[in-house]
């Protein structure tokens, strides 16, 4: 039996016919397959080449007619740079009305886009398969963009026509000459035909040419006209007239450009290009210096926020007792002046001066009505902005406190004083001192000497203790502003003698380095101290916050009064006599005192009070005495006063003296007195000697004459 009997029906053939079937499957998968690979292999090489070639030229690309297909980024840029420099160094050759003429690129600024170019290139035949297949059949080629100043080829045009056309066409001209327009009027004649002669020069440029060409020209008739002119020309004068003034409110700053420089730096020009355009323009070459020459006062560092103060009050009228009021006396009342005014004066930036927009300004305003804004670069920050002021809340009058001064050195001090403290800020928690604030009074300072208390004595020589003196004063008002602003009394002293000009047990002394002045500003916003003189007096103003907090005081009586305490001093000069007792100063009693500060809060409810005792122990009794005397530590051997032997005999005077205890020397002195010969014409030493001393006669000896 054959294998041919496929199609039996039996089941002995079953397994025949599955035998015979299994050949065409097999053909099937084959069918299949193939085409699919033969489909896949197109597929493979394009992601293989795509991958390859992902950061190169795809192939079939080039710029201007340049092969850059499989070149990377770079080398495509260096073929392109290298196409593009031959085209920048080869020179134009031109002929215009039978005359030759050259141009270079650089004389029109003739640029090329080769990164633009190369971009554009990278990216053909990038998107897909397709494309891909495309770029086996389909070139491609970029264009390198050019571009030029037509500005400047405008003007190598006119140039030529100038030199190569007897009758140019002028369009007319506007000069400026001693700040005044000259103008010159259009004119017919003959000219370049604009757009054929630069379509000529930029194909010649692209191209490289070495060929001369030819540019064609025309009768032209003037765009403009005498009233173009004219209406130019006026306008040019008022710019010129004008001049500019740019302004920043904001800093005061003013920056001006006279006429003279704006006529300097003005040009007109008037369009050759068949418009009827007349344009404006500064040179900045004129203006730059300018600006340069104001940068330094346009450039400030940053300022910190603050507060303006202007005191109203700070010219009572004299009291010719020099009384102190016992409390200040209340803004308004006995037709005083309200309180002193403070403002927050709000922090700024700092400033630097770009020149390119200030000089940008300068044409705006120049070309406009000659004013405009200043601009300013703000770049620096300060370190206390106006935000930071406004934290601490709104300022006000706190305290304010007025002494009276006597005498010409003292005031001068005080007033010194009262300078260098002013406008002192304290900020909260920190603790302002005179002292350490003005440091030693010295003369080289300013200081002056007056008298001040030593050693519980008023003292007026010139010594160093002396320098400044009279500077209490100041200390005692500056303590009455600290006092009656409730701030934290840190370090005051009454002065030992009372003063009737102060406030008893509310005054205070100042001396270097100490007793001192100085409180703690324990409130929660700065405190500003301003000061204010006069011929005769001088006020301490606390500006601050106390949160409606105010304080007020009250004195007792004087207690335990004491009388002068005595004490006796050698007289440093000798005059005093043995036994004699001079009075030097009778001195003042002493008395205790109490002050208290009364705290209330925004309500006028009493909260708190604050005791100030002192005790004064007055000014002491000072008696003189001669040092010999064992009270002031002498030995109790006193010098002997010498007698007055003037006008004896030269034997009487030295009997006399020698009885007294002293040596004689005699001294003859010539006289033409016959009365006066062997008397006695003077003495010396005289006044207290110690026993033994030489005392010398003058004797007069007759010499005749007459």
Not at 175 to 183: A, L, R, Y
Not at 372 to 392: M, N, Q, R, S
Not at 434 to 441: K, T
Not at 664 to 686: C, Q, R
Request: proline letters at 5%; one cysteine or more; charged letters at 25%.
């Amino acid at each position: 039996m054959r294998g041919r009997l496929i199609y039996s029906r039996n089941a002995a053939n079953k397994t025949c016919v599955e035998h015979e079937m299994a050949t065409p499957k097999s053909r099937l998968f084959l069918f299949i397959v193939v085409p699919v690979l033969i489909l896949l292999l197109p597929l493979t090489i394009y992601f293989i080449d795509s991958a390859a070639a992902s950061d190169k030229v795809a192939r079939n690309v080039s710029i201007s007619g340049i092969d850059v297909a499989r070149y990377t980024e770079s080398e495509a840029v260096a073929a392109v740079e290298a196409y593009t420099a031959d085209l920048l160094a080869n020179t134009v050759t031109v002929e215009v009305n039978g005359e030759t003429f050259t141009l270079k690129p650089d004389d029109v600024y003739l640029t090329f886009d080769t990164e633009a170019a190369v971009s554009a290139a990278m990216e053909q035949y990038k998107n897909g398969v397709t494309e891909w297949i495309k770029a086996f059949s389909d070139a491609v080629d970029v264009p390198v963009t050019a571009t030029l100043d037509e500005d400047l080829l405008e003007a190598k045009f006119r140039e030529w026509e100038q030199a190569a056309i007897p009758n140019p066409a002028f369009e007319g001209s506007i000069e400026i000459i001693n700040q005044k327009t000259v103008t010159k009027y259009p004119t017919t004649g003959e000219a370049l035909e604009r757009n054929v002669s630069m379509d000529l020069i930029e194909a010649a440029l692209m191209a490289g040419s070495t060929k001369t060409i030819v540019l064609p020209t025309a009768i032209a008739t003037p765009t403009h006209t005498p009233t173009h002119i004219d209406a130019a020309a006026e306008r040019a004068d008022s710019i010129i007239a004008n001049g500019v003034e740019l302004t920043n409110e904001e800093y005061g700053f003013t920056f001006k450009v006279n006429s003279f420089n704006i006529a300097r730096a003005l040009t007109v020009n008037v369009a050759t290009n068949g418009t009827s355009d007349i344009g404006y323009s500064i040179d900045r070459s004129v203006i730059a210096p300018l600006i340069e020459r104001a940068r330094s006062g346009l450039e400030i560092p940053p300022t910190d926020a603050g507060w303006d103060i202007v005191l109203v009050d700070d010219t009572e009228p004299w009291n010719e007792n020099f009384e102190i009021p016992d409390a200040p006396r209340v803004p308004g009342a006995e037709g005083l002046p309200l309180n002193d005014t403070i403002e927050l004066a709000p922090s700024l930036l700092g400033t630097t001066v770009d020149a390119d927009d200030v000089f940008a300004a300068v044409e705006q305003a120049a070309l406009g009505d000659g004013t405009g804004f200043l601009p300013l670069d703000l770049d620096a920050e300060p370190e206390f902005t106006t935000e930071d002021a406004k934290v601490y809340g709104e300022l006000y009058e706190v305290s304010e406190f007025t002494t009276y001064m006597p005498g010409r050195n003292r005031a001068d001090n005080i007033r010194l004083m009262a300078e260098m403290v002013d406008g002192v800020i304290v900020w909260p928690g920190e603790t302002f001192s005179i002292n350490e604030f003005i440091g030693e009074r010295t003369l080289e300072k300013g200081f002056k000497y007056d008298c001040a208390i030593v050693s519980g004595e008023l003292s007026c020589e010139q010594d160093k203790v002396n320098i400044g003196g009279g500077v209490s004063q100041f200390g005692t008002t500056f303590f009455n502003a600290i006092y009656f602003g409730c701030y934290k009394d840190v370090a005051h002293q009454p002065h030992s003698i009372y003063f009737s000009k102060y406030p008893e047990g509310r005054e205070a002394t100042l001396s270097y380095p100490k007793p001192d002045v100085a409180f703690e500003n324990d409130s929660n916003a700065p405190v500003i101290i301003k000061t204010a003189s006069t011929d005769h007096s001088v006020t301490v103003t606390f500006f601050g916050n106390k949160e409606g907090k105010t304080c007020g005081t009250e004195r007792s009586e004087r207690s335990n009064p004491t009388g002068p305490v005595l004490v006796y001093k050698a007289d440093p000069d000798g005059v005093v006599a043995p036994g004699v007792e001079k009075v030097k100063s009778r001195g003042s009693g002493g008395w205790s005192i109490t002050n208290w500060r009364i705290f209330y809060d925004a309500d006028g409810n009493e909260i708190d009070r604050e005791e100030f005792f002192w005790r004064y122990r007055g000014e002491k009794n000072v008696i003189l005495l001669n040092p010999c005397d064992e009270r002031v530590g002498g030995d109790g051997v006193c010098p002997l006063q010498v007698p007055d032997v003037s006008g004896l005999s030269s034997g009487d005077a030295s009997s006399i003296l020698t009885a007294a205890g002293f040596v004689v020397d005699v001294d003859l002195k010539d006289t033409t007195d016959a009365a006066k010969n062997g008397i006695v014409l003077s003495v010396s030493p005289t006044g207290y000697q110690d026993s033994g001393t030489t005392i010398t006669i003058f004797v007069g000896d007759y010499t005749g004459g007459g």
